[in-house]
């Protein structure tokens, strides 16, 4: 049986399916590019990382039924921090990597920081 989230993003739903393999190994590559920017860069360039390895896991979950959305596409959504944060942690949470209703780590607050 197959397991179905949704995730809302600008005010709209996007159902996601349970992930493919290969949507799961994009997943994993997009977050250890992006565990390793975090480790060696600059304030700016980590909350940059967060964004767009939040981005890149709801585009590969998203990728199968509307492949119209990008991360470009995603980038010119009007919405908050926190739909964006739901809309990622209902994807890991989907993915296995977080149990349903556990919280993971995200960007700040949507503010980078000026102290590097």
């Known amino acids: 049986m197959?397991?179905?989230a949704s995730i809302v993003l600008g005010g709209?739903?996007?159902?996601?399916?349970?992930l493919t393999?290969?949507?799961?190994r994009e997943i994993g590559i997009g977050a250890t590019a992006a565990?390793?920017?975090?480790?060696r860069s600059t304030a700016?360039?980590?909350?940059?990382?967060?964004?767009?390895a939040?981005?890149?896991?709801?585009?590969?979950?998203?990728?199968?039924?509307?492949p119209e959305i990008t991360a470009q596409s995603i980038l010119e959504i009007e919405t908050d921090f926190?739909?964006?944060?739901?809309?990622?942690?209902?994807?890991?949470?989907?993915a296995g990597l977080i149990p349903a209703g556990e919280t993971?780590?995200?960007p700040s607050t949507g503010a980078a920081s000026t102290a590097s």
């Open 54 to 66: 939040m981005i890149a896991t709801i585009v590969a979950a998203l990728a199968r039924d509307t």
């Open 12 to 18: 709209r739903t996007y159902p996601v399916r349970r």
């Open 44 to 52: 700016a360039e980590r909350e940059a990382a967060a964004y767009d």
């Open 82 to 94: 926190a739909e964006l944060r739901d809309a990622h942690r209902a994807v890991l949470a989907l």
């Open 21 to 24: 393999i290969g949507q799961l």
């Open 2 to 4: 197959s397991k179905i």
């Open 35 to 39: 565990s390793d920017l975090l480790a």
């Open 104 to 106: 993971a780590a995200a």
